[in-house]
């Protein structure tokens, strides 16, 4: 069982299926497609624990339901995406329930490290790095990650090296998002404890350094520009062109034409649209988990989509004294699904959302179990010791 979770981590965490999908084989890539989601049915079979998670499931079968009555114009997919995201919900809980926080880390780390590996033996790639992660932001996004969990890490040494592989290779991906959140996290750090400060300066300087070679390394020679232009205290117009909130407004007419109810599987996802649209014209999808939700599921949807995400972040800050990593890795994966609309296909996204949830109900149970004894205490002092607790 244990090296059948490693397989299967490494899967899904890795983006392995995809990476051979475009780098490599295409039939091995959709093998290993396949295979990950056999063997995280093998696994929910032979594990113990089969407890699932309720609310993704109530979440999928509300998104699903109600998405494809409005409109099923762009059903392409629908009832392979939808087997999918059940069989991770449902059965992958189980293979989420046995992971620890080390497992995840480790696993990150392998990942990131062809991030590094691509930008210095790679060349031709356009000056965005990625590795295994195929997408640049996805990669980002990997990187955080590890970088949010790594202020968990009880190994000193597992824990540097960790912080300073993510942080490179997460610069290395020239994401928008990745810097974003690096610095938003970095500052949160400092409420954990106020000596994280010379991670900022460490990473300023790794920052400065990495521009500094970046003719040696094939870097995206504008975006190196633009972020170059940070360090001067500016915001160089590069950053600002094609940004995330531009690509939102191009849909905001589209939710208000039915923000109830939404507008349909797929219609914010850069398919084919409505008759509006030439019958092969493929748009920009909108970029941005939230707005996916309600633009084609409706407000209803959305509302209980916020109520579980919201839940993680609010449990995060009332955990943030016993376990700071639970609100980092929510809020380091609430800010990128604002940037992400692919949200029933990221598997890497599924599973951390299960694995907070998994977190913060151990988080809850620890915590009343600890003023129940409390509370046991009081109540043994006052009525056979004749002490007034209170």
Same mark, same amino acid.
């Given at each position: 069982?244990?090296?059948?979770?490693?397989?299967? #981590?490494?899967?899904?965490?890795?983006?392995?299926?995809?990476?051979?999908?475009?780098?490599?084989?295409?039939?091995?890539?959709?093998?290993?497609?396949?295979?990950?989601?056999?063997?995280?049915?093998?696994?929910?079979?032979?594990?113990?624990?089969?407890?699932?998670?309720?609310?993704?499931?109530?979440?999928?079968?509300?998104?699903?339901?109600?998405?494809?009555?409005?409109?099923?114009?762009?059903?392409?997919?629908?009832?392979?995406?939808?087997?999918?995201?059940?069989?991770?919900?449902?059965?992958?809980?189980?293979?989420?329930?046995?992971?620890?926080?080390?497992?995840?880390?480790?696993?990150?780390? #392998?990942?990131?490290? &062809?991030?590094?590996?691509?930008?210095?033996?790679?060349?031709?790639?356009?000056?965005?790095?990625?590795?295994?992660?195929?997408?640049?932001?996805?990669?980002?996004?990997?990187?955080? %990650?590890?970088?949010?969990?790594?202020?968990?890490?009880?190994?000193?040494?597992?824990?540097?090296?960790?912080?300073?592989?993510?942080?490179?290779?997460?610069?290395?991906?020239? &994401?928008?998002?990745?810097?974003?959140?690096?610095?938003?996290?970095?500052?949160?750090?400092?409420?954990?404890?106020?000596?994280?400060?010379?991670?900022?300066?460490?990473?300023?300087?790794?920052?400065? !350094?990495?521009?500094?070679?970046?003719?040696?390394?094939?870097?995206?020679?504008?975006?190196?520009?633009?972020?170059?232009?940070? #360090?001067?205290?500016?915001?160089?117009?590069?950053?600002?062109?094609?940004?995330?909130?531009?690509?939102?407004?191009?849909?905001?007419?589209?939710? !208000?034409?039915?923000?109830? !109810?939404?507008?349909?599987?797929?219609?914010?996802?850069?398919?084919?649209?409505?008759?509006?649209?030439?019958?092969?014209?493929?748009?920009?999808?909108?970029?941005?988990?939230?707005?996916?939700?309600?633009?084609?599921?409706?407000?209803?949807?959305?509302?209980?989509?916020?109520?579980?995400?919201?839940?993680? %972040?609010?449990?995060?800050?009332?955990?943030?004294?016993?376990?700071?990593?639970?609100?980092?890795?929510?809020?380091? #994966?609430?800010?990128?699904?604002?940037?992400?609309?692919?949200?029933?296909?990221?598997?890497?996204?599924?599973?951390?959302?299960?694995?907070?949830?998994?977190?913060?109900? !151990?988080?809850?149970?620890?915590?009343?179990?600890?003023? %129940?004894? %409390?509370?046991?205490?009081?109540?043994?002092?006052?009525?056979?010791?004749?002490?007034?607790?209170?």
């Amino acid at each position: 069982m244990k090296y059948l979770k490693i397989i299967i #981590l490494f899967l899904v965490f890795c983006n392995l299926p995809s990476y051979f999908l475009v780098k490599a084989n295409a039939a091995i890539g959709q093998l290993l497609s396949y295979s990950t989601f056999l063997l995280i049915i093998v696994y929910y079979f032979l594990s113990e624990n089969k407890k699932p998670i309720v609310p993704f499931i109530v979440f999928g079968l509300l998104f699903f339901l109600i998405s494809i009555i409005v409109s099923a114009q762009n059903d392409d997919g629908y009832l392979v995406t939808l087997i999918k995201y059940f069989i991770v919900v449902v059965m992958g809980a189980s293979v989420i329930s046995d992971t620890t926080k080390e497992d995840i880390y480790i696993v990150l780390l #392998l990942g990131c490290l &062809s991030i590094i590996f691509e930008s210095i033996f790679i060349e031709g790639i356009g000056g965005r790095y990625r590795g295994y992660y195929i997408n640049p932001n996805a990669a980002g996004y990997a990187c955080i %990650l590890g970088y949010s969990l790594s202020f968990s890490i009880n190994n000193k040494k597992l824990k540097i090296i960790g912080q300073l592989l993510f942080s490179m290779a997460g610069f290395l991906t020239f &994401s928008r998002t990745f810097l974003f959140i690096w610095i938003l996290v970095n500052l949160i750090s400092l409420l954990i404890n106020y000596k994280n400060v010379y991670k900022i300066l460490i990473g300023i300087v790794l920052f400065g !350094l990495f521009l500094s070679f970046g003719d040696k390394l094939d870097l995206s020679t504008k975006r190196m520009h633009a972020f170059s232009g940070i #360090l001067e205290g500016k915001v160089n117009d590069d950053l600002k062109e094609e940004s995330r909130t531009e690509t939102w407004s191009h849909y905001y007419n589209q939710i !208000l034409n039915n923000p109830i !109810l939404g507008n349909g599987y797929h219609s914010f996802s850069g398919e084919i649209f409505g008759p509006e649209y030439n019958t092969y014209t493929v748009k920009n999808g909108v970029h941005n988990t939230f707005l996916m939700v309600i633009g084609e599921a409706g407000f209803f949807v959305l509302l209980y989509f916020l109520w579980i995400y919201g839940s993680f %972040l609010i449990n995060g800050i009332r955990m943030f004294h016993d376990n700071p990593v639970i609100f980092l890795v929510s809020f380091s #994966l609430v800010m990128y699904m604002l940037t992400n609309h692919n949200y029933f296909e990221n598997n890497l996204v599924l599973f951390v959302s299960m694995w907070l949830y998994i977190q913060i109900d !151990l988080g809850k149970k620890v915590f009343e179990k600890k003023h %129940l004894d %409390l509370h046991q205490v009081r109540n043994y002092q006052v009525e056979y010791l004749n002490i007034n607790a209170f």
